[in-house]
């Protein structure tokens, strides 16, 4: 009888630790797999937004070349698109902060193209879209970056020079920006 007993017992053992083993391999399976959904999540949105940022650069060369050939800056135009990052259920494997600045960045794009329109309306402006591109470029450059970053994705070495470029107008137009964003917040 003691043999049957202690055969019960490690039988009984072995089903628990059986159980937990699973259970733990369940686990960490789960969070491999959050893991690989944030790093093409956040691979998406990076692509999504170099883009964006390579045609504000686009926006502000065309500017530049139109000057030089001796045309004028137009007084209003409009802002690329972002592709669409809603639609990817992924998100919720993505760092919340990350996840809301990538989001709401459609916001923003929003925001600047009814600022590029009310000073075309109101004002002699014809810098406005420049200056909103630039900043606007570098922005989702930097956040690009930054999800690449957090999730050891390779930087997108194909169109570095657009991030460095729009790093460059974004400081030259930075006292600019400012002056207007103060100007809207007290009118």
């Known amino acids: 009888m003691n043999g049957w007993l202690t055969v019960l017992q490690v039988g009984g053992l072995a089903g628990v630790v059986s159980a937990v083993c699973t259970f733990a391999l369940g686990i960490v399976r789960e969070r491999l797999q959050s893991k690989r959904d944030a ?5 998406r949105a990076s692509l999504a937004l170099e883009g ?3 045609k504000c650069l686009d926006i502000i060369l065309l500017e530049e070349v139109g000057l030089e050939l001796g045309g004028r800056r137009t007084k209003a135009g409009s802002l690329p698109s972002l592709a669409d990052l809603m639609s990817d259920a992924g998100w919720r494997s993505v760092d919340p902060d990350l996840s809301d600045r990538a989001l709401g960045f459609a916001n923003q794009i929003e925001g600047a193209q009814l600022r590029i329109n009310a000073a075309a309306f109101e004002s002699e402006d014809f810098h406005r879209h420049e200056i909103e591109a630039a900043m606007l470029g570098d922005k989702a450059w930097k956040l690009a970056a930054e999800l690449r970053s957090t999730y050891s994705l390779p930087p997108n070495r194909a169109l570095a020079e657009v991030g460095t470029e ?10 600019e920006a400012a002056a207007w964003s103060k100007k809207s917040a007290t009118s």
């Open 39 to 43: 790093a093409y999540t956040a691979l």
């Open 52 to 54: 964006f940022a390579a």
């Open 166 to 175: 729009l790093g460059r107008y974004a400081r030259k137009h930075e006292a």
